[in-house]
């Protein structure tokens, strides 16, 4: 459960592609409450239609009147199992998150730390139950690396990322490591990213051919090469992968995501099938 939360309590910032909707460069499936989690999403979206929460499934997000996540509630059963409560500092900067519910007896805490050099970040840390994950940026303040350790204190999954002239990422390099011996690692994802004249990420190439295992995980860290579509509106509509789920997304007037159909097979290979909507409710 807390190998979960870790994931859960990630929340990084990348290059926007188009708003809302951002092609995370390390989870090839979207989601919108991922995007929420992560920090990916349209913080203006949620002032200008004053959204006070959305829910999908069990799980419901509360934000704040600056857009910003309060917390983070899943009901089973009419009983609340998880509760994530987020702290910010002054520069609005998520500093902590405090979980608690029937899986934790004590409230189990995780903690952001942003590292800046004459007044520019260079590093995110974030520590979680033993688990941490360092993200490195460049003079440019693009992500630059990305390493996630296990509670033994080891780099088990790396992700170096390219930018081109643009400012755009252009390439992602993922490599894992076996144990605290493995010293070499191996390289389960190269992708080289392209976009069209307006900016718009529109294709990913993947050269390494993803053998598969039988973790029964959606999100693998290679789904094959994926093309991206857009509606008129420029906002991203749907997601051709070569190997993982694709996706289809619509949007309602205001611009907020209002479903995603996924569709194809996981990371073991099984056939995976969903429908997510969402629903918002307003101040």
Known sequence: MKSILFTVHIFFSINVVQSQVLPDYSNPVIENFSLFLSGNYDTSLIIKHHIA????????????????????????????????????????????????????????????????ENGRLIKDFLESGGWCRHIGYNKNGQISSDTSYGIEHFAYLVRNIEHDVKGNMSGIIVRQYEGRDDIAGKII????????????????????????NDTKNVLCPNAGSAVYRYNENGKLAEVIRENGPSQKITYLNNGLIAEIVTHGKICNGEVYNRTKNSEYYYR
């Open 53 to 116: 929460a959305c829910k999908e499934s069990n799980s419901i997000i509360y934000f704040d009147i600056l857009g910003r996540i309060e917390k983070n509630v899943i009901i089973n059963a009419d009983t609340v199992t998880l509760l994530v409560l987020y702290s910010y500092d002054k520069i609005r900067n998520t500093i902590s998150t405090e979980s608690s519910g029937t899986f934790f007896p004590t409230p189990f805490k995780a903690t952001y730390l942003k590292t800046y």
């Open 189 to 212: 994802s190269a992708r080289k990213l392209f976009y069209n004249d307006r900016g718009y990420l529109i294709r990913e190439e993947e050269s390494i051919q993803w053998q598969g």
